[in-house]
């Protein structure tokens, strides 16, 4: 859990290139480390949109209303079907 809560925070980047430095030679972090922040955020938008998506689905099931007995479900566009005016 501490590991989790490390990571979450924002200052962690800088940590992970100073470890590129000691593991990889200069050349190698200076061609590594745009491409790995550049997929860290790539990755962290589309967790983002995802969370976002899943978010917006929760929240149109809890305000559908549940059918009465007979009742059928109104179509994907939200309009109600015709019905004849009298």
């Known amino acids: 859990m501490a590991v989790l809560c490390w990571l979450i925070r924002d200052d962690w980047l800088p940590f992970l290139h100073l470890?590129?430095?000691?593991?990889?030679?200069?050349?190698?972090?200076?061609?590594?480390?745009?491409?790995?922040?550049?997929?860290?955020?790539?990755g962290t938008l589309l967790w983002?949109?995802?969370?976002?998506?899943?978010?917006r689905?929760?929240?149109?099931?809890?305000?559908?209303?549940?059918?009465?007995?007979?009742?059928e479900a109104l179509p994907e566009s939200g309009t109600r079907p015709a019905t004849a005016s009298r």
């Open 19 to 42: 470890l590129l430095v000691f593991i990889l030679p200069v050349a190698a972090v200076l061609a590594v480390g745009p491409i790995l922040t550049g997929s860290l955020i790539g």
């Open 48 to 55: 983002t949109f995802a969370y976002l998506h899943r978010a």
């Open 57 to 71: 689905q929760r929240v149109q099931t809890m305000q559908t209303p549940p059918l009465q007995a007979g009742e």
